[in-house]
């Protein structure tokens, strides 16, 4: 079973509002460019019914996570004005309360569950890779059934118990989300590098 990317299936109580830019922003939206420009986050038309895919997050001092904003994925390098905080997530009865300059991206009811169970993770990001899914047994990546769609409690569920397992930093194929992964750690650049180490490694598997 595949997902298309980029619709929202959580209940959302989204308020338009101007945001206060966190001191740690800047290296949240870098690491999210170098996995724009690495196909991890994107848009193409050939894929995923020309939807956008992929997001980061990050935990924030005063409550919340910052998250990317739905359908964001097509562009190079994104601003403030392209992220949302949650303020509130309530992963087990399909609820997000957010606000921002606009809505949070369909992964976010996944992002609030990583949170949830490790107090010591402060970034999630999502990104696809055909190579490293395809591969995903062989690499040994942890992953979740093919039977769970991304986007819903039973998603946001099966990723917790992986992040129970790994409370400090990890990484997990979404078998039921084509081509989805989804890493965690303590700083976006540890986060981040999780997912550009193993395409780096199914590159050099073609050597």
């Not at 690491?31 to 939807?51: E, F, K, P, S, T």
């Not at 390098?77 to 997530?89: D, K, N, P, T, W």
């Not at 970034?123 to 055909?130: I, L, R």
């Not at 990723?159 to 989805?180: N, Q, T």
Request: proline share 6%; aromatic share 8%; glycine share 12%.
């Amino acid at each position: 079973m595949t997902e298309r990317e980029g619709i929202i299936k959580y209940r959302l109580d989204y308020t338009a509002a101007t945001l206060e830019r966190p001191e740690d922003f800047a290296e949240l939206n870098a690491w999210r460019g170098v996995l724009w420009r690495l196909g991890l986050i994107g848009q193409d038309d050939a894929r995923y019914g020309g939807l956008g895919f992929g997001n980061v997050s990050l935990r924030l001092d005063e409550g919340g996570f910052l998250v990317t904003g739905t359908q964001t994925g097509h562009i190079p390098h994104l601003s403030f004005g392209h992220y949302v905080r949650v303020v509130e997530a309530r992963p087990a009865d399909n609820y997000l309360r957010a606000l921002g300059p606009l809505p949070p991206s369909s992964e976010a009811l996944t992002h609030a569950a990583v949170y949830g169970v490790s107090p010591r993770v402060r970034c999630v990001a999502h990104g696809h890779s055909p190579e490293i899914w395809r591969q995903a047994t062989k690499l040994g990546l942890p992953t979740v059934g093919a039977d769970i769609a991304y986007g819903t409690p039973a998603m946001a569920a099966a990723v917790s118990e992986r992040v129970r397992l790994s409370p400090d930093g990890g990484i997990v194929a979404m078998l039921g989300h084509e081509d989805g992964l989804l890493a965690w750690g303590a700083t976006p650049e540890r986060t981040c590098w999780v997912l550009a180490g193993y395409l780096a490694k199914t590159w050099q598997a073609m050597e």
